[in-house]
């Protein structure tokens, strides 16, 4: 039996699969799961950060920002606000982020090169492009309370 296209859409979303329905992608839900999980889970996300943690200590561009900051809680927090953003099992415990950057005169060209750290962490652990788009989705809004000149 043929099923068109539509209705294979609504028996995929209606979870009740029936045979002869070849579900076109287009026809899926955009996301089955989490990003959280897509992400790979908390395990995943601090191994992404831990190395994420140690590009922005070691990159000329903006490790000066970082030498009297606290790595081990900005880890903590970065996890913390990675895990909430992608839907995860998280409460974010920080402070917000234009109370977190205050008077730091963070450039855009140095909030560009801290995306390009943690880029470089996605591509390490193999983080598929379209889960990197989304995270980055999540974070790229928060420019505007990060950067101050
Ligand atoms: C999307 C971009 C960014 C995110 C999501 C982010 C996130 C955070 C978080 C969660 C904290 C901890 C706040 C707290 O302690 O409660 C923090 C602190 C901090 N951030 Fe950012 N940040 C971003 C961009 C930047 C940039 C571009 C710089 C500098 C180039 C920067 C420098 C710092 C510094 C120095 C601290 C203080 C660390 C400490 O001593 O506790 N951040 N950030």
Same mark, same amino acid.
């Not at 070849?22 to 799961?33: M, Q, R």
């Not at 897509?38 to 992404?48: D, E, F, K, N, S």
């Not at 909430?84 to 409460?91: L, V």
């Given at each position: ?16 699969? /029936?045979?002869?329905? %070849? =579900?076109? &992608?287009?026809? #899926? ?8 999980? !897509? +992400? ?12 994420? /943690?140690?590009?922005? %200590? =070691?990159? &000329?561009?903006? #490790? ?8 081990? !809680? +900005? ?22 982020? #234009? ?33 990197q788009k989304e995270l980055l989705a999540i974070l790229g809004p928060m420019r505007k309370d990060v950067v101050s000149r």
């Open positions: 039996m043929r099923i068109s296209p539509v209705l294979c859409g609504l028996v995929a979303a209606a979870a009740l699969g /029936v045979a002869g329905c %070849a =579900t076109p &992608e287009s026809a #899926k839900p955009a996301t089955s799961s989490s990003l959280y999980d !897509r +992400l790979g889970g908390m395990q995943a996300i601090t191994a992404v950060v831990d190395d994420f /943690v140690g590009n922005l %200590a =070691t990159d &000329e561009r903006i #490790k000066a920002k970082f030498a009297n900051a606290n790595m081990p !809680r +900005l880890k903590t927090r970065l996890v913390e606000q990675i895990c909430a953003g992608s839907g995860g099992p998280c409460t974010y415990a920080g402070l917000d982020m #234009k109370t977190a950057h205050a008077g730091m005169a963070i450039t855009n060209d140095e909030f560009d090169a801290l995306v390009d750290d943690l880029v470089k962490s996605l591509d390490k652990f193999k983080v598929p492009a379209g889960e």
